[in-house]
């Protein structure tokens, strides 16, 4: 750096200390390090040489790795060169890293400049860390800038974010609606790869033996659609300075062709020390366009206290004629009010037909039997709430062979996208095309007003993670998943909507998300004793949708001990598949869907206490006084005045004071007010 550099660098960086002595930040160098304290108490240390990030903390000593650096960015270009920040120096001309300070919009900002004039094309590349007077909080934005033709392929921001393995406790990632990477996942060479969606949200959370760190992507009110975002989590061997080993974490952005021609701006990348997981989650959750969605009471359009104490049906319609449809025998014995669930009903069954489902399967009579079916439910104090596929549709179908192939979604060869289920074919249609679009708002009036139904259900919207999507009508190929989201905010514009999974754009028009980790398909391809089911979505967006188990797995809805901890302990509202055929079992799981779930219903999550590794517990508490604690171990647990047996669980509500559970002995000499009790055992439960 020439003299005249150095002392425009001494009086901006005099300039930002003054600044920061009134506003409480300190940005200081020395000794070859950048050092940032906030008036919060978070800590940051960057090597002045490159601006790699060698230290971070809210309260004890640095969370991030001390024998190895994190790289803030790396960039693949598409002729095939990567480029780390780690690549540049203070001291080389032309990979030249230099920063700068600034106070701006009540925050003060450290600018991280690189300038690449070596072989190949120029570009500059500049990262912006704001630091938060007001929160253990930094948010950081990359750009990249080309001097000439130089397109970007790949960009990782962060790149390699390094902790050292035996200092980690665990992670929470946002796999389908959360899971926690247990400290067995860090003991060996493992890796996490996730792609967004299928990932909830762009989330992870670490706890290490000092500190916590949250690292998230807030949601912009207008998505990104030329970009497919995937998370890893690696954990590998040792550092070149050190045999400890070293887990990283990057978020990778690959850019559509075309995407990065002139210049690219990242999405905010917020680092949220020093907090909890439900703290951090429910950060991450306000800071974005999520802040505005609906609520769940909103979304229901007036029928959100029926649903509150309604338990989800799957009915067997398929079991019956059309005599027994007339006779309508089952409705009388369903608890009411429930949301039935009805499947298999179009011509040639399940995964037949799509999406031409009325008239239905001729044993079922005509769409006026239908609708009288669905009117009768209606007067038994039931909701409607029909399945349909709009991403999945049977080329025999009438509407198919009408449309061809034109509206079939495409592959990166440009080949037509098939799948098949079981053994049942189809073909995934574009969500972009219009005449998809037009196909849909009808099936959304059908069940509006053919079929009167009070909920609309849509397989796979959620569920299915990032496509590419080459049709003709799409003008970002790489938008497939958000264009599902775009179409589930009209469908939800006619009917409240239920979906298969669900992801955070989904969040805002999806009433319902179906789903848990009860089914190996939405596991991570992990060992058991590497991770764990956590309610990550929910404590998110528990007040603006209702989540439950799969819709058409009878294995993850609720009908023994292991199903209703799991669904109850996390968050899950009470479904049951009639298939089972217990109907005194599902008397039992709509009770505690009234009692419990109804309490909670569209409240937010305040509390997830997680000792599962220790005492084996878990507690789930809401701001409307419902708690929750599940003893997930196999030894007697004693909570205040109750004991718990292995496999049972404790539910408190205040609201209607109310205690109960499921193997539950109060002690003797207990205190407190007298309460209604609702205590069962595994009999009660199986409806015996």
Known sequence: MTSRGTLRHVVALLACLL??????????????????????????R??????????????????LSVHRETALWSIDLVDGRTIESWNFSSTNEKRKFAYTTRRRDAADELVLSYSWTDDGPDFNVMVTLSFDDDAPRVVSRF??????????GTVRFPAHVAFDSDALRQAVVPHRNGIV????????PRQYVGDYPSLFTNFVWFETKDDTLAIFTPLRDHPPMDRRTTMVIANGGGSNRSRTPITHYRNELRLEKGASAESFVSEDVVWYVGKTVVESAQQHWREGASRKFPTLRDKLKGKADAVSRSVLVKYPLWRDDASTLKQRSLLAQVPHPAILHLAAYMRGGHDSHYPDYLPPEAKFGTTEDLAAFARDARAHGHMVMPYTNPTWWQEDSETMQALGEDVIARDEHGSLRREKYGERSGVVVSPSHHLVKKRLLETYEDFRTRVPSDLLFEDQVGARGWMYDGNASEQHPFAYNHRLAENATVAAAHLPLYVEGGWDRIAESA??????MLLDWEQPKLPDDCWRPYPLAQVMAGAQVAFYAHNLAPEAMVHDRRTLIHNLALGYEMSYDLILGNVEQLNRVAE????????????????FDDERATTGVTRLVYDGGVEIIANWSEKSVTEGDAQISGGGLLFRVAKENIIGGLDVKMLPGSSGPPHKEMFFDEDFLQGK
């Open 592 to 607: 505690i869907q009234r009692v419990v779930r109804g309490a909670a219903f569209g409240q937010r999550i305040i509390r």
């Open 19 to 44: 600044a920061a002595a009134s506003c409480g930040a300190e940005i200081l160098a020395k000794d070859g390090s950048i050092f940032v304290t906030t008036q919060r108490g978070c800590t940051a």
């Open 181 to 188: 990477l247990t400290e067995k996942f860090f003991d060996r």
């Open 511 to 516: 009433a319902g998300m179906c789903g848990n």
């Open 46 to 63: 960057f090597n002045a040489g490159n601006g790699s990030l060698r230290a971070l903390s809210a309260a004890r000593g640095s969370m």
């Open 143 to 152: 750009a990249y800038i080309p001097r000439e033709d130089a397109p970007l």
